[in-house]
């Protein structure tokens, strides 16, 4: 696997001690830039094996082998951080690794801050942020969008809820793996905006497929279609990133169809909450539990396109 690509840091003239939990296909690369930044980062991942195996990685691409360790616990790697950093699977995850006596916010001092950048419910954030406030830990929650390869390239789009001041303290730290940090508003706001990101990635891509899947049946060679098309209004992410590959019928990396049925799940839930409307949201969602039962839990969102064929 592609550990971190190259990219510019801005220079950083007193290292922060940092802590990450769960490296998974996100937050591996995600702490890789961090380190290679020049902060001291403690890591923390269920499988203690790999959290190693990221010191490991990290050294190689250039990281301070003295400003590396792994924790056990979430409360371990936490001790001593400035900024406790998350990127976990759902809300239960996120709860286990903040709470109780071997979570975060038990080893996290007042004034720290935790930062959540897993795709979870506003709901959570708003519960884990007052149980932070209650400890004198500040909550920022800061969903992430641009897939693996945004995360490899450092280049991914941070959408916050907080507070102002303590999210203008984290920010050059969280810059170090993104091109866009932004706070979107009060505790949830961050989830709330990552919901939106989702409503919209979900009917771009049955659209694309569509196009796709109907540009094969007339004929057409779909690359040099993408090519054209690709410099007009149906230009997206999606299309330049992932039109291609649809067509070559590849779709064993990215962003897993699992994963976007579970952020589907958040969006369809806070709909009924705040009474918005969206019909094709969830008829997108039906069609990605028909690519599942085609076997295609960890195919890439795009496989929607295996669906029409």
Same mark, same amino acid.
């Given at each position: 696997?592609?550990? %971190?690509?190259?990219?510019?840091?801005?220079?950083?003239?007193?290292?922060?001690?940092?802590?990450?939990?769960?490296?998974?296909?996100?937050?591996?690369?995600?702490? =890789?830039?961090?380190?290679?930044?020049?902060?001291?980062?403690?890591?923390?991942?269920?499988?203690?094996? @790999?959290? @190693?195996?990221?010191?490991?990685?990290?050294?190689?691409?250039?990281?301070?082998?003295?400003?590396?360790?792994?924790?056990?616990?979430?409360?371990?790697?936490?001790? &001593?951080?400035?900024?406790?950093? !998350?990127? $976990? /699977?759902?809300?239960?995850?996120?709860?286990?690794?903040?709470?109780?006596?071997?979570?975060? +916010?038990?080893?996290?001092?007042?004034?720290?801050?935790?930062?959540?950048?897993?795709?979870?419910?506003?709901?959570?954030?708003?519960?884990?942020?007052?149980?932070? @406030?209650?400890? /004198? %830990? !500040? +909550?920022?929650? &800061?969903?992430?969008?641009?897939?693996?390869? &945004?995360?490899?390239?450092?280049?991914?789009?941070?959408?916050? =809820? /907080?507070?102002?001041?303590?999210?203008?303290?984290?920010?050059?730290?969280? !810059?170090?793996?993104?091109?866009?940090?932004?706070?979107?508003?009060?505790?949830?706001?961050?989830?709330?905006?990552?919901?939106?990101?989702?409503?919209?990635?979900?009917?771009?891509?049955?659209?694309?497929?569509?196009?796709?899947? +109907?540009?094969?049946?007339? =004929?057409?060679?779909?690359?040099?279609?993408?090519?054209? %098309? =690709?410099?007009?209004?149906?230009?997206?992410?999606?299309?330049?990133?992932?039109?291609?590959?649809?067509?070559?019928?590849? +779709?064993?990396?990215?962003?897993?169809?699992?994963?976007?049925?579970?952020?589907?799940?958040?969006?369809?839930?806070?709909?009924? #909450?705040?009474?918005? #409307?969206?019909?094709?949201?969830?008829?997108?969602?039906?069609?990605?539990?028909?690519?599942?039962?085609?076997?295609?839990? #960890?195919?890439?969102?795009?496989?929607? $396109?295996?669906?029409? #064929?």
């Amino acid at each position: 696997m592609t550990f %971190i690509n190259e990219r510019a840091y801005t220079p950083v003239d007193a290292p922060v001690s940092v802590a990450f939990l769960g490296l998974g296909v996100m937050g591996y690369p995600m702490a =890789g830039h961090l380190a290679k930044a020049g902060h001291h980062v403690s890591v923390y991942n269920r499988t203690e094996a @790999k959290a @190693k195996t990221w010191v490991s990685d990290a050294q190689a691409a250039g990281a301070n082998p003295k400003n590396l360790r792994v924790g056990t616990t979430p409360r371990e790697a936490a001790q &001593g951080a400035h900024i406790v950093m !998350a990127c $976990v /699977g759902n809300d239960q995850d996120l709860r286990a690794i903040c709470l109780g006596a071997d979570g975060a +916010f038990a080893g996290m001092t007042a004034g720290s801050t935790f930062v959540d950048h897993t795709t979870a419910s506003a709901e959570v954030a708003r519960e884990l942020y007052q149980a932070a @406030k209650q400890l /004198g %830990i !500040a +909550f920022i929650d &800061g969903p992430v969008s641009g897939g693996q390869a &945004g995360a490899q390239n450092g280049a991914l789009t941070v959408m916050c =809820g /907080g507070d102002a001041p303590v999210f203008e303290q984290v920010k050059p730290v969280i !810059a170090c793996f993104a091109k866009a940090v932004t706070l979107m508003g009060d505790s949830g706001a961050g989830q709330l905006t990552k919901m939106v990101n989702q409503i919209a990635i979900a009917g771009l891509l049955q659209g694309l497929s569509e196009a796709v899947a +109907f540009g094969q049946r007339a =004929g057409l060679d779909m690359h040099s279609v993408i090519d054209v %098309i =690709g410099k007009g209004a149906a230009q997206s992410w999606q299309m330049d990133n992932r039109g291609r590959t649809m067509a070559e019928d590849k +779709f064993d990396f990215g962003f897993a169809v699992d994963w976007m049925r579970k952020d589907l799940g958040l969006v369809m839930d806070e709909a009924k #909450r705040n009474g918005a #409307r969206l019909p094709v949201t969830a008829l997108v969602d039906q069609f990605y539990a028909d690519v599942q039962q085609l076997g295609g839990q #960890r195919w890439d969102t795009s496989s929607l $396109v295996k669906r029409l #064929r």
